[in-house]
């Protein structure tokens, strides 16, 4: 729904106009498994977005409702006892919680959620929810909170409350958002830098339609993977804290003692956070058909090093590199499903959306959802 029907719905209930916040989903152009292991990803902020219409009510309740679940009303209690209810106003929960505990005193009022970021896509519509109505919130209780913070509250929320293992990448991406600009995230530091996206190029999401079950449980063994790769390495070199601190000369002195998966894992971590940076430096010098290879090369290591990628991701993204005006692509998230991430001269998404889409279709017999986006604006309330 347009976000004028949003605010019309709403006074039409509540007689009185809403305030607006909104916030938008993300996709990472590159940088994948290393936020947890203190490395860099480069995300942007996209066009879609979570908005919330919201007015203080009276009572002692939020009063929530989604366009995308459109039952009942949810009632949550402002200033008391939280329990999980096990459906999505958790999230709203969630950040309440943790908005809660940094002493922000949120009073009764309604919010109204309608989005245009696809749930459960990999482009991040919780991360956007959780910005979105933290804006609500702290601009219901009069209380302002650097960005970061929010962004590092929205995290606790999604992690701590919800119960869903997620970084840093997400809420910050949504809330920290530059119009124009990839961000460079050091997940270690959490130090976050602009870095200008060429004009000369746009952003193509595809979805390839599937989610393989095994994502969740290959995930953490990933994780625990690296972890015991750390492990070997830091007793070569007691400064290794950890993938994050590999370099390429200390990768190969332990390679007999890393095994083989172990080797392949670690491998792949210090290779992506070299193309990371060396991917910004591609964007500063505007070396674009450079910083389409450096996609199409952190594919190749998340398929065979790291092992995440599937038959759907590699065809689309094979798909993709026989298109004139794809200069890269690549599976983005964590992989056995979701979304590719093509970098495409600029004017040319849609045309090769449409070709990609056709040759997947006769291949993989669905056709799939796409979306061309630039660098968006972060979060805003008004
Ligand atoms: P992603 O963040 O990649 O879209 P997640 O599984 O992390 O996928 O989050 C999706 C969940 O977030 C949904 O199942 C729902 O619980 C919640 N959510 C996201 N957007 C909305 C919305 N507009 N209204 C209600 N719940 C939402
Ligand atoms: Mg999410």
């Keep these: 729904m347009t976000e004028d029907a949003l605010r019309r719905e709403f006074g039409d209930r509540f007689g009185r106009e809403p305030r607006v916040s909104r916030a938008p989903g993300r996709v990472n152009l590159i940088g994948e498994h290393t936020d947890y292991n203190d490395g860099f990803v480069l995300p942007i902020a996209i066009g879609m977005s979570t908005r919330v219409a919201f007015a ?4 002692r309740e939020l009063i929530v409702r989604s366009t995308a679940f459109p039952q009942a009303d949810v009632r949550l209690a402002v200033g008391g006892d939280r329990a999980r209810r096990g459906d999505w106003s958790d999230y709203v929960q969630g950040v309440l919680w943790s908005l809660e505990a940094a002493s922000v005193r949120v009073p009764a009022a309604a919010l109204w959620i309608d989005s245009d970021v696809p749930l459960g896509a990999g ?6 929810l959780e910005v979105a109505v933290g804006g609500a919130l702290l601009a219901l209780a009069e209380h302002s909170m650097p960005g970061e913070e929010l962004a590092l ?5 999604e992690s701590e409350f919800v119960g869903t293992r997620c970084g ?3 809420p910050f991406a949504s809330r920290l958002g530059r119009d124009g600009a990839a961000l460079l995230l050091d997940c270690r530091s959490r130090q976050l830098t602009a870095v200008a996206m060429p004009p000369a190029v746009e952003v ?4 390839s339609g599937v989610r393989h079950d095994l994502a969740a ?7 625990s993977e690296c972890e015991t790769a750390v492990g070997v390495l830091q007793a070569l070199d007691p400064r290794v804290g950890s993938l994050r601190d590999v ?7 332990a390679r007999g003692r890393l095994g083989r998966v172990g080797y392949r894992r670690a491998r792949h971590v210090v290779g992506e956070n070299t193309r990371v940076l060396a991917f910004v430096e591609d964007l500063r010098a505007v070396d674009l058909e450079a910083a389409g290879r450096r996609l199409f090369a952190s594919h190749a290591s998340l398929r065979d090093d790291y092992d995440v990628s599937c038959a759907e991701l590699d065809a689309l993204v094979e798909i993709a590199r026989g298109q004139e005006a794809v200069l890269g692509a690549r599976l983005t998230g964590g992989g056995f499903g979701g979304c590719t991430v093509n970098l495409v001269r600029a004017g040319h998404g849609p045309l090769v959306g449409d070709r990609i889409a056709a040759e997947y279709e006769r291949r993989a017999g669905r056709r799939p959802e796409r979306w061309i986006t630039r660098a968006a604006p972060g979060a805003t309330v008004d």
């Design 168 to 170: 840093i990448m997400d």
């Design 247 to 253: 370099d390429p000369s200390l990768l190969e002195r």
């Design 56 to 59: 203080p009510v009276p009572g």
């Design 123 to 128: 482009l991040s519509s919780s991360a956007s």
């Design 204 to 207: 193509l999401i595809v979805h």
């Design 217 to 223: 449980g290959e995930y953490n063994r990933r994780r």
């Design 153 to 157: 509250a929205c995290q606790r929320a």
